[in-house]
């Protein structure tokens, strides 16, 4: 018998999820959210983000995984990361391709319980998403260290701590060994002088 999972751990908040406690979705919002918007700010690139809000396409990405987790499995810390950023993937893709610009509240792209929407999820407080990330001091200075860095230690320092991915996936992609990817993210993190609290560690 496995053991308990701590209720506010992803494997826990999927659990609760799974299970219908509807304040479950909204934590695990909260808890990705700000990783997952340096991912997407990263992604779009500066001519997209002319073009699309980082802060639509999250509500695009969770609106979609909020729809889809029942397709989802846990199988390790960092799973659930790298599913989402599959997502922002195609999400971005789809956005660039018919040049969204509508604005959408927040109740809608995250179906919160409201007396409209009697069977939504329950807030978990009085931040809806969209004013969890106008909150972003720390996100954006997160941002524009990232962008004050030489392209290789952004990449490596988004993909081993954003997107999680393993360090064979991470030399695959840069063509390098892992012992060269372990020394490279050493010195990309150095230069970030620090993690913020933004990236870390999923739990």
Known sequence: MGLAQPPTSTLGLLERVRKGDQTGFPLLFQKYAPRLAVLIHS????E???RLEVEDVLQEVFLAACEDLGSF???KPGSLMSWL????????ADLARH???????AGVQLPLRSPSNPQGFEPVDSHTPSRIL???????LLVEKLESLPETYRQVIL???VEVLPTEEIARRLSKSKGAVAVLLHRALESLKGRPSSIKDEE
């Open 43 to 46: 992604k779009l690139g500066p």
């Open 48 to 50: 997209l983000r002319s």
């Open 73 to 75: 499995t846990y199988q």
């Open 85 to 92: 950023s599959r997502i922002a993937d195609h999400k971005i």
């Open 99 to 105: 040049d969204s610009r509508k604005k959408r509240a």
């Open 134 to 140: 106008r909150q972003k001091e720390e996100l954006q």
């Open 159 to 161: 993909m081993a701590r």
